[in-house]
């Protein structure tokens, strides 16, 4: 019999949405870079539009985390450090072809959706009381999963129009 | 998630590389924090799946699908230790690597991978006795440092 995962402190759930965030920083960093690297010329208006939006939601899924653990009865996390790393991290990818940038789209929304989609599955494996309001919590998160979810269906539908 | 038999496959890989030999069920239990009889369940599971052979009085050994499975796992269990280690600055990064394994896939993994440095050499910079890879200091922020081992 497997045992499921389960969240039991607001210590692991914090670490949890602390992840996230990396996640959700590491894909704002991606979509910016390919957007700066292959320059206005290489991309249409669609895909364009898609990388601005992707930052732009990354962005936001961020700062609804942030408020979440903020709320949390755990240490404040050093937000500027970790944004720092990813960025120097990114300064140094090499710019890729056009498939790749959409592919890594598809790649970013989708491990974005099955990491939130974990995590909630942990949190309602456990009866562990968090800080925060268990309901709240989890529709926040799943509010997220559904955009991530509807990323996917985006950018699965950009590729299929240009196969 | 990660399922609790690529917990099971990675526990053994490790303790076949320490006895270098099959691993005991007694030991596997140990390192599992498992009954015996709860180690030997899953040793069944993971026979009927291929991945691991077992024989009476020596132990388990894995196969060479098990080995696979096994070394993408402590690949993942390296990557959550040093992004916890280095990038989080987390002091009891093996606890809470522990904790972690289950929920991040390894295409989770992936995408943290992306933003630390880790040796070409792992998994096998991992050591078990340490329970972490032996580069894990070194590698990164200060390249000289020796890292020294604790016994």
């Known amino acids: 019999m497997s045992v499921g995962y389960q ?6 759930l914090a670490r949890l949405l602390q992840i996230g ?19 206005e010329d290489a991309l ?6 898609l990388l601005s939006h992707a930052a732009e939601e990354s962005a936001d899924h961020r700062e609804r985390l942030e408020a979440v653990i903020d709320r949390l009865e755990v240490d404040s996390v050093p937000f500027e450090e970790i944004e720092a790393l990813v960025e120097a991290q990114y300064g140094q990818t090499k710019p890729e072809d056009f498939d790749g940038v959409l592919y890594d789209q598809l790649c970013n929304e989708e ?7 974990d995590v909630i599955e942990a949190i309602e494996a456990s009866d562990a009381q968090f800080s925060i309001d268990r309901e709240e919590l989890v529709a926040t998160l799943s509010a997220i999963r559904e955009e991530e979810a509807e990323g996917v269906e985006e950018v699965t539908r950009i590729m299929e129009d240009r196969e | 998630m990660m399922n609790t038999a690529d917990q099971y496959v990675k526990a053994i890989y490790l303790l076949q590389e320490m006895e270098n030999g099959p691993a ?4 596997l239990a140990d390192m599992m924090e498992v009954s015996p009889a709860s180690a030997n369940e899953m040793i069944g599971k993971l026979e009927s799946r ?7 009085y020596k132990g388990v050994t894995l196969t060479d ?4 499975r096994a070394r993408d796992a402590l690949q993942t269990y390296c990557i959550i230790e040093r992004f916890l280690s280095n990038v989080l600055d987390v002091e009891e990064f093996r606890a809470e690597a522990r904790d972690l394994e289950p929920v991040i896939d390894g295409m989770i993994a992936e995408r943290l991978d992306t933003i630390i440095d880790r040796n070409s050499e792992c998994p096998d910079c991992f050591d ?5 890879c032996e580069y894990l200091d070194v590698c990164g922020a200060e390249p000289e440092t020796e890292t020294e081992v604790a016994d």
């Open chain 1, 44 to 49: 249409d208006e669609e895909v364009r539009a």
């Open chain 1, 111 to 117: 491990t974005a959706y099955k990491f939130y989609d």
């Open chain 2, 50 to 56: 291929g991945l691991a052979e077992h024989e009476k």
């Open chain 2, 24 to 27: 005991a069920t007694g030991a």
């Open chain 2, 128 to 132: 078990p006795e340490t329970d972490a």
């Open chain 1, 21 to 39: 965030i990396v996640l959700e920083e590491v894909v704002e960093a991606r979509a910016y870079h390919h957007h700066e690297e292959l320059g």
């Open chain 1, 7 to 12: 969240v039991t402190s607001d210590h692991q």
């Open chain 2, 65 to 68: 699908e098990g080995i696979v």
